[in-house]
């Protein structure tokens, strides 16, 4: 079973321009996750996809956005990007059930998008 | 909201000595929680969960953690660590249709 994969592996952009981000999720999955990793700050919380609709998001500003795709794959992008978006981008997918939803379902992690601002 | 305190940023330990990782939850409700772990420019893995049952949960690599709800907390523990070991790793808490929450990670560093 292939596991989640992202797109690229490192991206690297100057102030201002625009990044997109991309995840394929584990067959089967359907809620997709992105975090943002920066050095020192942990995992920062940024979107939660399920069929297609956002169902959850962090406190980020609205240049950060995404989609889900209906294959369930998604896409992060990330507009007039400034020097503190520096960091590694992760997405997870999980399953989710009828009636429990996904909070008691683990989720699995790509190995991320490393994307560098100059 | 449910929040994570992981207390430890970082703890070194000798090989094959035990460790214990620590982790806290505040939430007044039932609560799902996870470890998971981080090598070197990967993604986070799945080391355990506790969604209910037995407090006791076993892991993969050789790790446990003990729910106690009384105390709020999901420490981590292995008896014995391998250099392999060497990672972050992270707490996590979630219940109802919640997102998941981390902690901040603890660095675990492992001496020869």
């Known amino acids: 079973e292939a596991g989640v994969t992202q797109s690229p592996t490192h991206l690297i952009k100057t102030r201002g321009q625009q990044a997109t981000l991309r995840c394929s999720p584990i067959?089967?999955?359907?809620?997709v996750y992105w975090y943002q990793q920066a050095l020192g700050l942990g995992l920062q919380f940024l979107l939660w996809?399920?069929?297609?609709?956002?169902?959850n998001r962090g406190n980020f500003p609205p240049r950060f956005s995404g989609r889900q795709f209906p294959n369930y794959s998604s896409e992060l992008n990330v507009n007039a990007l400034e020097l503190e978006d520096s960091a590694l981008y992760l997405c997870?997918?999980?399953?989710?059930?009828?009636?429990?939803?996904?909070?008691?379902?683990?989720?699995?992690f790509g190995d991320g998008t490393r994307l560098s601002i100059l | 909201a449910q929040s994570v305190t992981q207390l430890d940023s970082q703890v070194p330990v000798f090989e094959e000595a035990p460790v214990e990782l620590r982790c806290n939850y505040s939430?007044?409700?039932?609560?799902?929680l996870f470890w998971y772990v981080q090598y070197p420019n990967q993604g986070l893995q799945l080391l355990l969960k506790?969604?209910?049952?037995?407090?006791l949960v076993k892991g993969i690599n050789g790790f446990e953690a003990e729910f106690n709800k009384s105390q709020t907390s999901f420490h981590l523990r292995k008896p014995s660590v391998h250099i392999s070991d060497t990672a972050e790793y992270f707490c996590?808490?979630?219940?109802?249709?919640?997102?998941?929450?981390f902690g901040t990670g603890t660095r675990l560093t492992i001496i020869p």
């Open positions: 996809y399920d069929e297609g609709e956002e169902r």
């Open positions: 067959s089967g999955h359907t809620s």
């Open positions: 996590a808490v979630s219940w109802r249709n919640e997102k998941l929450t």
């Open positions: 939430s007044s409700v039932s609560v799902y």
């Open positions: 506790y969604l209910s049952g037995s407090t």
């Open positions: 997870a997918s999980s399953l989710f059930l009828t009636g429990t939803g996904a909070s008691n379902q683990p989720q699995h």
